[in-house]
């Protein structure tokens, strides 16, 4: 019984891609023996956890000993105790599938593995930086020269920077994660996941502010009149003075949005001044939507508080279509979402997320739009 024992904790572990050298050794000597351990269905015995736990276990085993002693007596050939023998791997499988299972071995298997990326600081001689949100560190230029801070998810840049030339850095945001960063005039700027900003160490004297963002981030701007901010997203650029306001523009999305919670902005193509005739002005509580097809400049009021609120963590879904849904909580949740439920494609969604994990998330959504769906690793697959 312990020789079975062994060897089906064996298996098991083979499956599971845990054996040390010597557990490979010891199995392969025991295949050799025993041919019968390569044919196990194991993907047939693990969809069988429903049926196991209703086995009365202790008595499936005294009912096998039992037989085996039976056979014994009668002298069975050896085929036949190959054949006990192999039930009895099963049983003994069966029983130790259970305690890998309690162990959390086939977590993987049930649950999500998300991938833990970091965010980045590219500096201007292209040096990358991994910037670990859990500790503090001093930034450095190419001279060695302290140019700013970083304290947990958040980056501070001085003004002491003796440069008199543009130096750029360069944050990356992964998805899953958020990061402020303070530029060197003050002004404060939130990252969302999957985005990235590039921005001078240090504005000039008599130089526009300007920066680069791929993504969405909000903006707090320190005013000052001398020196405009501005801020380029792909073919949407934005100029104010000093305000608040809030810009995406992934580049995966069909439009640009830009929306401001107070102050003035103006908006306008990459192709125009600030100043033609084709300049859109924002009064708080607006947004100005580019169409990246048409290239149109829409004006629409908008809810400051649903498009702001990813600054402390929540998802707020208003008529959102399913699939920039998926897109969203892909960048909150770092998942990757495979949809095999085409029906779901026309549909708009309305939903609003506080605490809830990604399992809520998708619980939740699975009940209003009527579909189900698996995990797989990082994947999260809806099915009809």
């Known amino acids: 019984m312990n020789n079975i024992f062994i060897i089906s904790k064996l298996i098991i572990k083979k499956k599971l891609k845990i054996l040390s050298d010597s557990e490979k050794d010891q199995l392969k000597q025991f295949n050799k023996d025993y041919p019968f351990s390569k044919n196990i269905d194991f993907e047939k015995i693990t969809q069988k956890f429903t049926d196991y736990s209703k086995v009365d ?114 944050v990356t945001v992964p998805y899953g994660k958020r990061l402020e960063i303070q530029l060197s005039d003050g002004t404060k700027v939130n990252i969302n996941a999957g985005s990235s900003l590039r921005f001078p160490v240090k504005f000039l004297k008599g130089e526009s502010r300007q920066v680069f963002l791929k993504g969405e981030a909000y903006f707090d701007v320190v005013k000052d009149t001398e020196h405009p901010f501005m801020v380029n997203a792909d073919e949407l650029n ?111 969604f309305t939903a609003k997320f506080d605490i809830e994990d990604i399992y809520q998330v998708v619980k939740s959504l699975s009940l209003s739009g009527n579909f189900t769906y698996k995990f797989n690793k990082n994947t999260i697959i809806i099915n009809p």
């Open 238 to 348: 934005i100029k104010v003075l000093g305000t608040k306001f809030n810009l995406s523009s992934y580049p995966e999305d069909e439009n640009i949005k830009a929306v401001l919670v107070e102050g003035s902005v103006v908006a306008y193509k990459n192709t125009d001044h600030h100043l033609s005739n084709e300049a859109t002005h924002l009064k708080p509580n607006f947004g100005a939507i580019l169409d990246k097809n048409s290239k149109l400049i829409q004006v629409k009021q908008m809810d400051v508080a649903a498009s702001t609120a990813w600054m402390e963590g929540k998802l707020v879904l208003q008529e959102v279509e399913f699939k920039d849904m998926l897109k969203k909580l892909e960048r909150q949740y770092n998942v990757v979402f495979i949809n095999n439920n085409k029906s779901l494609e026309s549909r708009y």
């Open 57 to 170: 276990k202790n008595k499936a085993w005294e009912s096998l000993l039992t037989k085996m002693e039976v056979h014994k007596t009668e002298k069975t050939k050896p085929i036949f105790l190959l054949s006990w023998f192999k039930y009895a791997a099963m049983i003994v499988l069966f029983i130790g599938l259970g305690y890998f299972y309690q162990q959390g071995y086939f977590t993987k298997q049930t649950t999500l593995i998300i991938p833990s990326e970091q965010i980045t600081l590219e500096l201007d001689s292209g040096e990358i930086k991994v910037i670990d949100d859990h500790n503090s560190t001093s930034i450095l230029d190419t001279k060695g020269r302290i140019v700013g801070n970083q304290k947990g998810n958040k980056l501070i840049y001085t003004n002491d920077s003796e440069d008199e030339l543009l130096v750029y850095n360069t």
